[in-house]
């Protein structure tokens, strides 16, 4: 059975914000700290975390989701992509961000922590001292 989860975590700034950075080139490598190659075009190809992380951009809506195809190098040749959905809300205090990961190839349960760590930590430092 393929590894699934769902995180969620606030950020002070708009969904627009958020949706930007994710799929600019500088603005991931600028919130995550890890380089990254992206695109705001669907079917494009993505690369993050210095070569670790790479997909494609399979949905966009701009600001609120991205749907994107998913593997790390630790992923066997043999693996499908996992698939990761990010869903951007507005609230009162900036921007909602869901994340479901799913499709994980059985027993890769590491991922869970590598987003908390690589992902959500370094985008709530970075954003915090943001200026819109």
């Not at 670790?52 to 992509?81: A, C």
């Not at 996992?82 to 809300?89: A, D, G, P, Q, T």
Request: aromatic share 12%; hydrophobic share 35%.
């Amino acid at each position: 059975m393929k590894e699934a989860f769902e995180i969620s975590f606030k950020l002070n700034v708009t969904a627009e914000i958020v949706y930007e950075h994710w799929l600019s080139s500088k603005g991931h490598a600028a919130m995550t700290g890890g380089t990254a190659l992206c695109s705001d075009k669907i079917d494009e190809a993505f690369s993050a975390w210095n070569g670790y992380i790479s997909g494609t951009n399979l949905k966009l809506i701009k600001p609120s989701y991205i749907k994107q195809s998913w593997r790390t190098t630790e992923f066997d040749e043999l693996d499908e992509d996992s698939v990761i959905e990010l869903k951007l809300s507005n609230n009162a205090n900036g921007c909602l961000l869901l994340l479901k990961h799913y499709h994980i190839p059985q027993g890769q349960t590491q991922y869970e922590q590598g987003w908390k760590d690589h992902y959500l930590q370094p985008m709530q430092q970075y954003f915090m001292n943001y200026k819109q």
